[in-house]
C-alpha cells in the first residue's frame, strides 16, 4: 500500500522544483501579455466598428454627407464681397468680406487660354540673354533709331514687345528698328 508523506528534499531536488517554478512564472507573465495585447486589439476593432456605425447612422438620419464638391469665387466689387458658390447647384456655401489687396483688383490678369499660358511659361524660363542681343552702333544710327521710334509713337500704332525695347545709346538690338 503507498501513501502520500511527507518526505525531506535533497538540494539538487529543490534547484529542478525551483527552476520548474521560474519557467511556470514566465508562461504564466507571457500568456498574461498576450492576452492583454489581445484584448486591446479587439478592444480597438469594436471601438473602430462602433464609430464606423455611428457616423453611417448619422448620414442616414440626416440623408447627406460631406464630400469634395468643385467651387468657384464670385467678386462682388459693388458690395465688396466674395461669394463661394457650388459648381454644381450654384449655391452660395460661404460669403466674406473682400479684403483690402482683393478690393484692388488684378488690373492686368485676365484669364488665358491654357496653351497661351504654357507658351508664357515656357518663355519666361529662357533667359534674358536669349531675349535681347545688342550690338555697337554709332551716334548717328542711335539718333536715327530714336526718331524712327518717335515717329511710330505719333502714329498711334501699337507696338509689340519685341518692338518696344528701347536703344540704348551705343547699342541697338539686332534686327530692324521700326
Do not use: W
Not at 154 to 177: F, H, N, Q
Request: charged residues 45%.
Amino acid at each position: 500500500m503507498l501513501r502520500s508523506l511527507p518526505v525531506l528534499l535533497a538540494d539538487d531536488e529543490i534547484k529542478i522544483l525551483g527552476e520548474t517554478l521560474a519557467r511556470k512564472d514566465r508562461e504564466k507573465r507571457n500568456l498574461e501579455a498576450e492576452k492583454k495585447l489581445n484584448a486591446q486589439s479587439f478592444k480597438d476593432k469594436i471601438d473602430t466598428l462602433d464609430e464606423d456605425m455611428r457616423s453611417l447612422a448619422t448620414t442616414i438620419r440626416d440623408g447627406r454627407e460631406y464630400r469634395p464638391v468643385e467651387c468657384r469665387e464670385e467678386f462682388n466689387y459693388e458690395r465688396g464681397i466674395i461669394e463661394v458658390m457650388r459648381v454644381d447647384t450654384g449655391e452660395v456655401v460661404e460669403q466674406r468680406r473682400m479684403t483690402e489687396s482683393e478690393r484692388q483688383g488684378k488690373l492686368f490678369e485676365r484669364e488665358q487660354p491654357s496653351e497661351q499660358k504654357e507658351q508664357t511659361a515656357e518663355a519666361s524660363e529662357q533667359p534674358a540673354t536669349d531675349e535681347l542681343h545688342a550690338e555697337p552702333v554709332d551716334d548717328d544710327e542711335f539718333e536715327a533709331s530714336k526718331d524712327t521710334s518717335l515717329s511710330t509713337k505719333k502714329a498711334g500704332r501699337k507696338k509689340k514687345d519685341s518692338e518696344s525695347v528701347k536703344p540704348i545709346r551705343g547699342y541697338l538690338p539686332e534686327g530692324p528698328i521700326v
